[in-house]
């Protein structure tokens, strides 16, 4: 038992102190106060329109508002110029502190960790469905709509049912070249987009020891994918290496974790040992398939990126499988670091030099063509292979057009043969 009132899973306790409670019930409907309230250029400007309507003068805390335009940035035409502009004279007029643009921007999801604004025991929303990325560090975070952030960047509140919570145990080692994209594949392959939905993934065991901090973002990032509310990992000794590396001291942070007599509504067993290389096939996330059963399948474009693969080990794996290769000339590969010190980590590696002299492209960080943005949108009848996290009909361009989803090292395995394949 710990010092709460009963024995509880890390969301209610998250959710129990941010709404000054000991002990929250699964299914209550609260009101809590959040740490951080997030938004970028397609969902900010609704969500200040929704502020605005309140009547507020202020917003709750110029501090714990993050304004990250990432989506259509740099701006690719008039009306995402115009949107930008608007955000951007907002968190001026309004002292927001944490507003990123051009030049000291990046993929919001990984920006805010390596700004060091997601921190364990935290709380967190965000008007983009994968603020769930956060759970990596121990932090209780989620997507919602523009209406809900407006609200909350007046009131530093928002409500919250309490979720149940489902437990994933993985054991074993993994496969050369396995990484935590596969692993969360691997599960919503199994329990489906909808296998736990509003509910929270609670990911433990050896296996997951083992991973690297940008492999359980990775893993945070897609719980939305499986219809979860928030995706969490427990803080272990990797968490606090990796917020000392953003400055943060073990004082600025709370840490919990599931009781172990806690009311998990499902524990699930799995052996890492059999999960493969894995692709997740047209129009869904859990049509997944091992990638070398895929190998005939011909490809136009490859994407190394977005705010689920475009850390530095992600990097690392592509420029590892493409040092001394080329691309196929039928393949566009287009490499987007997650954020401006991801490139510049992977510029002074040597990362980027592999990549250029394999024939790839490099961009400055943006989400660009995860959503059919810009900077590699699909036509018809084409087909892409990308590290991103969903692959619906449509998804990166034209409805005629097939995503399929991977890790690192599929995807560039993939960019050298012109063909879905194995390293």
Same mark, same amino acid.
């Given at each position: ?29 609260? *009101? ?8 970028? +250029? ?13 009547? %507020?003068?202020?917003?709750? *805390?110029? +501090?714990?508002?993050?304004?990250? $335009? ?25 002292? /927001?502190?944490?507003?990123?643009? /051009? #030049? ?11 700004? #060091?604004?997601?921190? $364990? ?11 769930? @990325?956060?759970?990596?560090?121990? %932090? ?41 994209? +596969? ?24 296996? /997951? ?29 990797? @968490? ?32 890492? !040992? ?16 091992? %990638?070398? !059963? ?24 592509? %420029?590892?499988?493409?040092? #001394? ?8 590969? /287009? ?46 009848? !084409? ?5 991103? *996290? ?34």
């Amino acid at each position: 038992m710990s010092f709460f009132k009963k024995s509880q899973t890390l969301a209610q306790k998250i959710i129990g102190l941010h709404c000054d409670k000991d002990y929250v019930e699964e299914g209550e409907i609260v *009101n809590a106060k959040v740490d951080l309230v997030l938004g970028n +250029d397609i969902t900010m400007p609704l969500a200040i329109k929704e502020f605005k309507k309140t009547g %507020a003068k202020k917003v709750f *805390n110029t +501090d714990k508002i993050a304004i990250v $335009p990432d989506h259509f940035t740099p701006n690719k035409d008039i009306k995402s110029a115009q949107q930008a502009k608007f955000i951007r004279e907002f968190a001026a007029e309004y002292g /927001i502190k944490n507003y990123f643009e /051009i #030049g000291r921007m990046g993929i919001e999801h990984a920006l805010i960790p390596e700004a #060091g604004l997601a921190l $364990p025991g935290n709380l967190i929303i965000g008007a983009d469905s994968h603020t769930c @990325t956060y759970g990596a560090l121990g %932090a209780l975070s989620t997507g919602m709509g523009s209406t809900d952030i407006g609200m909350a960047m007046a009131t530093g509140e928002t409500w919250f049912m309490v979720p149940k919570t489902l437990k994933f145990n993985f054991n074993g080692n993994l496969k050369q070249w396995v990484t935590g994209k +596969d692993i969360i594949l691997f599960l919503i392959g199994k329990i489906g987009v909808d296998g736990a939905l509003y509910k929270s993934m609670e990911f433990s065991g050896p296996t /997951i020891e083992s991973i690297t901090i940008d492999e359980r973002f990775t893993m945070a990032n897609m719980a939305i994918e499986a219809g979860a509310k928030f995706g969490i990992f427990n803080v272990d000794r990797k @968490t606090k290496e990796y917020l000392r590396s953003v400055g943060k001291k073990e004082e600025d942070y709370k840490v919990f974790e599931s009781d172990e007599d806690a009311n998990f509504e499902k524990i699930y067993n799995f052996d890492s !040992e059999e999960i493969d290389l894995l692709v997740a096939a047209p129009h869904l996330p859990s049509n997944v398939k091992k %990638a070398k !059963e895929l190998k005939n399948i011909t490809i136009d474009q490859v994407v190394i990126g977005s705010c689920t693969n475009g850390r530095l080990e992600d990097l690392r794996i592509a %420029a590892e499988i493409l040092k #001394g290769k080329k691309v196929n000339r039928n393949v566009r590969t /287009i490499i987007i670091p997650a954020t401006q010190k991801i490139y510049l980590d992977a510029l002074k590696a040597g990362y980027i030099e592999n990549f250029i002299n394999a024939g790839c492209a490099v961009s400055t960080p943006t989400c660009g063509p995860c959503l059919g943005g810009h900077m590699g949108v699909l036509a018809e009848g !084409e087909r892409a292979i990308s590290t991103t *996290n969903r692959n619906f009909v449509g998804r990166m361009g034209h409805p005629k057009s097939e995503v399929y989803l991977s890790g690192p090292a599929v995807a560039a395995a993939s960019s050298i043969s012109g063909v879905i394949s194995v390293p």
